[in-house]
């Protein structure tokens, strides 16, 4: 549906139009609503308009071959977007989600060129977006590599404390002073029970006679509580080998690509080589002609 005028106060994209020309180009302009978590385009679908968001945030993003998501931009207030696909007539390069309800202006190719026959120099903000996005996109190819495991961990999932202290508990289950600390400690109990404390009315020694009932129930409770912390960190571990195989996929398609890469190199200075060749024999005269 039109927008209303107002909307288009503020907006970078409209400084240069007076009142008139902004009343003229909201009649035909479109006003779009998208909830969170809503695709606005799918890549590879057609583009035949752009957009201007007017509130909210847009997310672009590309999947890349081994099923990642990549995002290149996040479109916020005033800003531009889809006008790649508007310029070249081709498909969407790339997915737009809403990270919020976001309110969006419409521009067709009409609405467009209406715009810059008024105002031509509206084109050159058009093309300050696009070559924002591109070297956004150039950084991005320059600066990405392999992700680290335990960083990506920590992007899946932030750590409680519960969690923390059972990796910790995992850990020190594990180590040599853990079984020393438990081995005095059996020491003293059955030590003070047998030996060290008198005797009470009935017999028995201590506070915990043979065959040390309380020593037997804090144990059992204790592996109880222990193998329920060592579950949660062992699950959690798993998750992060399945995150370490997914990695070390994207690492073999990587250096798969290189090696293809290099092949190709090779071939080309290869077939480079060869015409060198072939044009020094047709240059140089025969043997037998020198002879």
């Known amino acids: 549906m039109p927008c209303d005028v107002e909307l288009l106060a503020g907006i970078n994209f409209f400084e240069l139009l007076d009142d008139d020309e902004r009343a003229a180009l909201a009649a035909v302009l479109d006003q779009v609503t998208v909830e969170d ?13 752009l957009y201007v968001v007017r509130s909210g945030a847009i997310e672009l993003s590309v999947k890349d ?11 916020r207030d005033g800003e531009l977007f889809g ?23 419409l ?16 084109a ?31 992007e899946q999932q932030r750590l409680s404390p519960l969690v923390r202290f059972a990796d910790f508990l995992a850990w020190f289950s594990g180590s040599m002073p853990f079984l020393l ?24 020694r201590g506070f915990d006679p043979f065959p040390f009932g309380l020593l037997t129930m804090i144990v059992s409770l204790e592996a109880i509580f222990l193998s329920c912390f060592v579950l949660i960190s062992a699950n959690r571990q798993a998750e992060k080998d399945k995150v370490r195989a997914d990695i070390e996929y994207e690492v073999n398609i990587k250096a798969e ?17 060869l015409e060198r060749f072939a044009r020094l024999e047709r240059l140089s005269p025969p043997a037998a002609e020198k002879v």
């Not at 071959?65 to 479109?75: C, D, E, F, P, S």
């Not at 006008?83 to 202006?105: C, D, F, Q, Y």
Request: glycine fraction near 6%; hydrophobic fraction near 45%.
């Open 65 to 75: 071959i081994t099923g990642q998501k990549i995002v290149l931009h996040v479109a």
């Open 257 to 273: 690509l290189e090696v293809a890469h290099l092949h190709e190199k090779t071939d080309m200075i290869y077939e480079t080589m």
């Open 37 to 49: 978590g809503q695709a606005l385009y799918r890549q590879g679908e057609p583009g035949d308009d």
């Open 107 to 122: 521009l067709d190719r009409g609405d467009l060129l209406l715009l810059f026959r008024q105002h031509p120099e509206a």
């Open 83 to 105: 006008a790649l696909a508007l310029v070249e007539g081709e498909p969407r390069p790339a997915t737009a989600t809403a990270l919020e309800a976001t309110s969006l202006l």
């Open 124 to 154: 050159l903000a058009m093309f300050a977006a696009l070559g924002s996005m591109t070297r956004k996109a150039g950084h991005l190819l320059q600066t990405r590599v392999s992700r680290n495991v335990n960083d990506a961990v920590e």
């Open 181 to 204: 600390l438990h081995t005095l400690w059996f020491a003293t109990w059955i030590s003070l029970n047998t030996i060290f404390l008198p005797k009470n009315a009935d017999g028995t």
